[in-house]
């Protein structure tokens, strides 16, 4: 990044460079610390600026990361950007207080690093940031333990993340207040009030459900341990430790079909063999 660049920004921003910083749009916020670390030389070592005019697949880690930051701040709705090869773009690091380190750099300088007691806190090993060490998420929503929310997952405002067995990883989340003490795996979209029971786990598109997206419905209950692998809508109820997948088979007794029937008159359902 070129000091030409920021100043011309500051130029374009000019109306708005009064306002308290606090209460400045963020881009405003940007370029006016970025005109203060053009006065070191750590803007073009340190700093570069990305664009993205069109929503190809990414080609570099900062275009990954842009677009997981679009997802996780909401800017960009769950499932709506392309990320394809987004694993092979990234490369496994260390992540140490959010700061990626590269693997063979730790390797090379482990000896003297630790000797003199300057070697890092290792949080993860992993090609994606965690949620937390990028986002601050809404005053009523709760994320229990910081290596349970993958950067690019979407919580929406009065999320609860459990720890133990929850996990959200990226381009998955919640439209609304949901409780989570399981697993909701990449291109996952779970509903407002609905429940993701202790162990359960709802199942992405690499991970059997052939391709498909799975949305849970709002007010549905997923209990414990349970497995989901097809879309459910609103007020459902998976038993604990019951397996639903594309080819799974369910039997309704008589009087439980009739039940059924009772409360959906214009259902059609049919009696089998």
Not at 103 to 118: Q, S, T, V
Not at 139 to 155: C, E, H, Y
Not at 244 to 265: F, M, Q, R, Y
Request: proline share 4%; net charge positive; with cysteine.
């Amino acid at each position: 990044m070129k000091k030409k660049f920021v100043k011309n920004a500051m130029n374009a921003f000019t109306p708005y460079l009064n306002f308290a910083f606090g209460n400045a749009h963020k881009n405003v916020q940007v370029i006016k610390t970025l005109d203060w670390i053009a006065q070191t030389e750590k803007l073009k070592k340190e700093y570069r600026i990305v664009f993205l005019f069109e929503d190809d697949k990414p080609l570099s880690a900062e275009a990954v990361y842009l677009k997981l930051y679009a997802l996780s701040t909401g800017k960009a709705p769950l499932r709506s950007v392309n990320l394809t090869g987004a694993f092979g773009v990234l490369e496994n690091v260390a992540w140490s207080f959010g700061q990626p380190l590269e693997l063979a750099w730790l390797r090379e300088h482990e000896i003297e690093m630790k000797l003199m007691g300057e070697y890092p806190l290792i949080e993860s090993v992993d090609k994606f940031p965690r949620f937390l060490s990028h986002i601050i998420p809404a005053d009523n929503t709760r994320i229990l333990d910081t290596s349970k929310v993958r950067m690019g997952a979407q919580l929406h405002p009065g999320t609860t993340i459990m720890p133990g067995a929850s996990y959200v990883n990226f381009n998955a989340g919640t439209t609304g207040a949901v409780m989570v003490e399981g697993r909701i795996s990449s291109s996952v979209v779970v509903g407002r009030g609905s429940d993701v029971g202790g162990g359960a786990s709802i199942l992405g598109v690499l991970s059997g459900t052939n391709g498909n997206p799975v949305s849970i419905g709002e007010n549905t209950l997923l209990g414990a341990n349970s497995v989901t692998g097809i879309p459910l809508g609103d007020g459902c109820i998976v038993d604990a430790g019951i397996a639903i997948l594309e080819g799974t088979k369910i039997g309704v007794s008589a009087s439980e079909l009739a039940k059924i029937a009772e409360a959906n008159p214009k259902a059609k359902l049919k009696k089998s063999c």
